[in-house]
């Protein structure tokens, strides 16, 4: 929030001024999601659930200084006389700075980048705004006025603050007296939200999307009359679904825990419930969302897995629970064998923690590829929106690392297009006689992946190659050097022998054309050396190339030119060999090298250098020396 504020002394209040991407947004939000009004209340009873859960831990942790009420509790209240629906909850409550900090959940990391997305049509923004994740702010859907009133537990009575807003661009602060720690939040709905002043309507909506919540979600009972009394009901099963026998709960159950857990709007894809017993005993609820959250790609994000011990809540980012390269999953983890006073310190070396990760990473690495076997098309819309961090699984899990393996799909010469639906299986069982590797190729995006020149002499041969264009590829293949047995190769990097693929005539054809070569270049390579200089290690005759003059060839594990580049930019020191250039002696500007003299054999030697250098996705040294030279050699052809 910004600073700008008006002091209101009389009142003991000041005015706030919203950030300008939270009143963007939140505009967009109350508009768009006109059709999905009801999910104000599913997302404010779930903050109440939170903060009931909050509570008990931290009265678990500290009972002198937290007092934990006989139960805990969230209702649910009408007033029709005043048009308000008021949600309270006796959980921990706020204090004046979480206030401040928790109500703008929705102003914190990938707001930007949200409104980036917005594209101005309604339908496609609402599943955006969905997926970004609607919290506290779905109340201006129904309401023209929000208050809020609530006080941290194991703070006094006057330590209350009060926050009102219109959603106008503005909010107020101002401080209050609370007998009760916890939240009270009341709307004053609107004059088209009348639905919502119906009881049964709320009890209707609390059934659909809240029946699964572990606490009690209490109305008022009604006379005869239909007029509320001051009796209160529960009106949810407030049961921790994860307790449940799997046979009991709906799919529809698991996906309204789904949206209540991980704040969602959208369903998810798939899901795994398993109960382990034996040496421990312990719960997992794991789902894997529908589409890929705005942080996925921020380290700092929080992780989406919950942690309960003997169904009392711990934490709501127990990283240590699943490793990094599965932090786009969501779910719950209940143990029934750790200590109640579980810390972070606890969790980062712990025998209990170490196996219910691994049997969790097993679990939903199973679900993955019970998908990828049995429904490839929905697999296909998970690998779109996760398969870039599945990708860093086996550098971090070496455990796992061909399971991982088996999972990655990737783009291919054996289609025409740059989907990556193509697994090391696939490539396998198709593979050559006598071909005794996976070949790969590493580079900046799809089009110069599939373009390189070192694909030429495998096109000619129809020998299939992978294409790695994500940024994430270079580390994958430093990790990862086979699967099932198979070496992968990089066929941009070390020797090429494709002698027991190509057979054994081809072969001896290809040694005959070799020795040609070599001898129609003669000393030529030793003078592009020469001209060249310490720019490259030593120049070749090519295997590669059939319609290419040169092209770069990196040491077997050197980082690839685009990366070095990138890490460059960013300030990080690399370590690396000068590249060998390979030259096409068939090819006519090879030829014409063969006759040059002088300058124009250094200039014709640096272009053929320059030119493979950019295919790799490196920098050039001298961008205007290049264009000179190329400027001079195009005006004498001209």
Known sequence: MTETRTEQAAAGAETRQFETEVSQLLQLMIHSLYSNREIFLRELISNGADACDKLRFEATANPDEIPQPAELHIDVDVDKDARTVTVRDNGIGMSRDEVIQQIGTIAHSGTRAFLEKLTGDQQKDAQLIGQFGVGFYSSFIVADHVRVETRRAGTGVEAGTRWESKGDGEYTLAECERAEPGTEITLTLKEDADEFLEPMRLRHVIGRYSDHVAFPIRMRQQDDEGNPTDEW????????????????????????FYKHIAHDFEDPVAWTHN???????????????????????????RHGVKLYVKRVFIMDDAEKLLPNYLR???????SSDLPLNVSREILQDNRLVDSIRS?????????????AKNEPEKYAGIWDNFGRVLKEGPGEDFANQQQIAGLLRFA???????????????????????????????????????????LEVFRKHGIEVLLLSDRVDEWLLSNLREFDGTPI?????GDLDLDNIIGEQDSDDT???EDRKDDELGDLPERIQGALGDRVDSVRPSKRL??????????????????????????????????VLEVNAQHPLVERLKTAEGDDFNDLASLLFEQSLLAEGGQLEDPSGFVQRLNRFLLQAA
């Open 233 to 256: 009901e529960t009106v949810n099963r407030a049961s921790a679904l994860w307790t449940r026998p799997k046979s009991e709960i709906s799919d529809e159950e698991y996906r309204e």
């Open 275 to 301: 109960h382990v017993e034996g040496r421990q005993e312990y719960t997992t609820l794991f789902y894997i969302p529908g589409r890929a959250p705005f942080d996925l790609w921020d380290r700092d994000a």
């Open 546 to 579: 059939v319609d290419s003059p040169a092209c770069i060839v990196l040491g077997e594990h050197e980082m690839a030119l685009y990366l070095q580049e990138l890490l460059k930019q960013a300030g990080q020191e690399t370590f690396s060999s000068k590249p």
């Open 511 to 513: 040694d005959d054309a």
């Open 359 to 371: 049997g969790s990473v097993k679990k939903i690495l199973g679900l993955l590829e019970n998908i």
């Open 412 to 454: 291919s010469t054996y289609n025409d297009d740059d989907t990556q639906n193509v697994s090391f299986a696939d490539y396998k069982a198709r593979m050559k006689e006598g071909q005794d590797a996976i070949y790969v190729i590493s580079a900046d995006n799809a089009a110069a992946a599939r373009n390189s020149p070192h």
């Open 489 to 493: 190769k990089n066929v941009a990097k």
């Open 328 to 334: 786009f999953v969501r779910g719950v983890v209940d």
